[in-house]
């Protein structure tokens, strides 16, 4: 049975290949070796979109509003700063109309200036796109900014990821010969690879750095990885004064755990898997996933949310209202940062700094032993 269809299902999976192919020269033939996202005109007034995701998404989202409404209430008023709440990320919704973003959904977002977003459940396996993929995909987000810091152990890290290629970009594309395999793609363009590479590099220099971490594993990956590892060296030699440094990313999750050594490493470039994993890693040695935000840039669009997921286990075990609030916070902050409101932001990060590092009144751990997110949201939004 299975030989009487084999040459069907190879020419088939040729065929889509060749699809896949095409659609990924013509997507590098497009891309535009542009700047990199700018503040917004604070005094035209800026519109700040809220989607609150799923699961603890909601939960989180909902005191992130509270926190905005608190620190930015004159700016509000004064219609220097408007939220917009939307609705309909969910995976309810997704689900029922098969879409990761709905079209309404984008519209809406892209009608704002920034977006400021709850975590969204990806079902496993089947054909519905990540909403994450999706929407990076569709803003072309391409520049994925983690930071992870650790005062008192002296670790102060910024991940670069690459946020549109690698094995996310196709990863609802693979192909499959039923019974006998299945095949993903990872994509790499020598473009995607130089405006990431820029984008860590500018950090660096603006911000007194003098140490970038290349992370992949172009031993194993030669085409994909080689070529990323390549094109970021040639970025850096216009950066005189800051070394580049090759790691392999097996070695680099090993050296976080290093505490002899993990504290030199500054800034980091991965290509989007290895940037995905590490950073769960390096937030993990921050206090968790909870406690970890991040910005979404490229040269239009930005979104700003926790790096973590929509937490399905604590939601079936009822332990929702025990997330932590933090990551959201620290996205929160980043957002005021990259729209011009420093002010704001500083007061934020300066709260939390009390709560998190000096005072530790209350404590979240994503258990019903710790302090609830409501709870600690409060704790924060008394030191604004
Ligand atoms: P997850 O990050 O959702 O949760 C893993 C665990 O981390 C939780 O069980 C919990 O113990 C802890 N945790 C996460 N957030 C926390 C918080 N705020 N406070 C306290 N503890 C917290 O990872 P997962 O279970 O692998 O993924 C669940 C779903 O989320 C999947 O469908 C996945 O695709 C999706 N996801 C979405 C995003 C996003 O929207 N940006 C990111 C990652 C995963």
Known sequence: MFDDRRENYIQRALYDFEMVLREQVDRADKMKDGGFYHCCDINKGITVGLAGGDGIGPVIMSQAEKLLEKLLHEEIKSGKFTI?????LTIENRKALGKSVPDDVLAEIKECDVLLKGPTTTPKGGKLESANVTLRRELDLYANIRPVSVPSEGIDWTFFRENTEGEYALGSRGIEIPGRLTMDFKVTTELGTRRIARAAFDFAKANGKNRVAIVTKANIMKKTDGMFSEICHEVAAEYPGIEAEDWYVDIMAANL???????????FILPNLYGDIITDEAAEIQGGVGTAGSENLGDKYAMFEAIHGSAPRMVEEGLAEYANP??????????????????????????LHICCEEEK?????GTSEGAKCSEFADYVMSKL
Do not use: H, Y
């Open 257 to 267: 755990l290093n505490k002899d050594i993990r504290n030199q490493f500054q800034v």
């Open 326 to 351: 933090s990551s959201i916070f620290k996205a929160a902050e980043m957002m005021l940062r990259q729209i011009g409101f420093t002010d704001k932001a500083d007061k934020l990060s300066k709260a």
């Open 361 to 365: 009144k209350l404590v979240v751990n």
């Open 84 to 88: 917009k709440k939307i609705e309909g």
